[in-house]
């Protein structure tokens, strides 16, 4: 039996770049903490983004140009990337097939426990991925540490965990 850790997001636009909040700021030491204190896998997804991004639908309902691909906001954060060991997971959209696939395929090999995410934004990227992990691996436990999270705003972050809870993903450390 085995536990994941996700990092999702962790990037700088998301942190204090072109979408940054003083939320997803704060939660940075937390984070890494989180990484160095797991004693299973961490995998990092990273949001990834072209620069025909303002042509997309995400970029037609959200007009600001963020992680494309080689910037310095598309970086995940840089203490956060010295404590990576696997190769990060690009995705093109809020949730990545490819990591639900990747965790199913793990979970065939090695029994998955539980499976901890963590990162930017809990309204988004986080419950979307959640919600993936969930319909992937319907049987694992899918945990959500608030404290290791921060949403769009504070009231978008606490409906996220609302709505997870409701789907039985268990939340810890909320408040």
């Known amino acids: 039996m085995q536990d994941i850790l996700i990092v999702v997001d962790m990037q700088n636009d998301f942190i204090d770049g072109a979408l940054g909040t003083k939320e997803a700021v704060a939660i940075v030491p937390k984070v890494a903490e989180k990484i160095r204190n797991f004693t299973g896998k961490v995998l990092f997804t990273r949001d990834t983004h072209e620069e025909n991004y303002m ?3 995400e970029g037609k309902n959200l007009p600001v140009p963020h992680c494309i691909r080689g910037t310095e906001g598309w970086q995940i954060r840089a203490e956060l990337e010295a404590l990576r060991n696997e190769k990060a997971i690009d995705k093109v959209t809020f949730g990545s097939a490819d990591l639900g696939a990747l965790l199913q395929q793990e979970h065939a090999k090695n029994e998955i426990n539980s499976i901890t995410l963590i990162g930017l934004c809990t309204d988004i990227c986080v419950i979307s991925n959640a919600m993936l992990i969930k319909a992937f691996l319907p049987e694992v436990k899918i945990i959500i540490d608030a404290a290791c ?5 504070p009231e978008s ?8 809870k409701v789907c039985q993903i ?3 450390n909320e408040g």
């Open 55 to 57: 042509e997309t639908q």
């Open 149 to 153: 999270c921060a949403g769009v705003t």
């Open 157 to 164: 972050h606490q409906n996220a965990l609302n709505a997870m």
């Open 170 to 172: 268990q939340i810890e």
